[in-house]
């Protein structure tokens, strides 16, 4: 909400956000919430270099054993990251499909006004959730959709084409609002 806008009665028109969460936005926040905010693909790759360093050496030694354990080391520095991440993305998978998201349901709705958020979960009978705008820890834009966080581990997806403003409108709204 760039310029401010007001209805027919002067009080502060709300932004709504009727939100149709799909697999795919689901996924992509997934992969973008454990790899660039929770830093959990730092320690496998950690691990895998420390490895291929390892073998290196080993081969470096050129003694007559150096080949098999530079082949362990390399098995094992690459297996296990590559068995980790795979069962990350099948975790994905199950979830999005436990959550019902096949066919874009309507999952919440988000109101936005000058005074914070409120957000209603339409899957399941819950208190509706009141938020200042003190409370959002971040905001990030990616391609098709706005993650609006309230804390490290909660996050609101907002999906371009949802809200009843344009995306360009509603990230202004977000960055104007959200404490730096």
């Not at 098995?75 to 998201?101: D, E």
């Not at 907002?158 to 509603?170: M, S």
């Amino acid at each position: 909400m760039s310029d401010h806008k007001t209805n027919e009665k002067g009080r502060d028109q709300v932004v709504t956000i009727p939100v149709r969460l799909d697999e795919k936005t689901f996924k992509r926040f997934a992969i973008f919430d454990a790899i660039h905010v929770k830093k959990q693909a730092r320690r496998p790759a950690l691990f895998a270099c420390i490895l291929i360093i390892f073998a290196m050496v080993a081969l470096l030694a050129q003694k007559r054993e150096s080949g098999m354990i530079a082949a362990v080391l390399l098995t094992v520095g690459i297996g296990l990251p590559l068995v980790y991440f795979g069962t990350f993305l099948s975790q994905i998978n199950l979830q999005a499909v436990r959550f019902g998201l096949s066919g874009a349901p309507l999952t919440y709705t988000v109101f936005l006004s000058e005074d914070g958020l409120t957000v209603r979960n339409e899957r399941q009978k819950e208190e509706v959730l009141n938020l200042s705008w003190s409370d959002v820890r971040h905001v990030y834009r990616r391609k098709g959709c706005t993650y609006l966080y309230v804390s490290e581990s909660r996050a609101f997806l907002l999906p371009d084409g949802c809200a009843d403003v344009g995306a360009d409108e509603l990230w202004s709204c977000l960055v104007s609002h959200v404490p730096q």
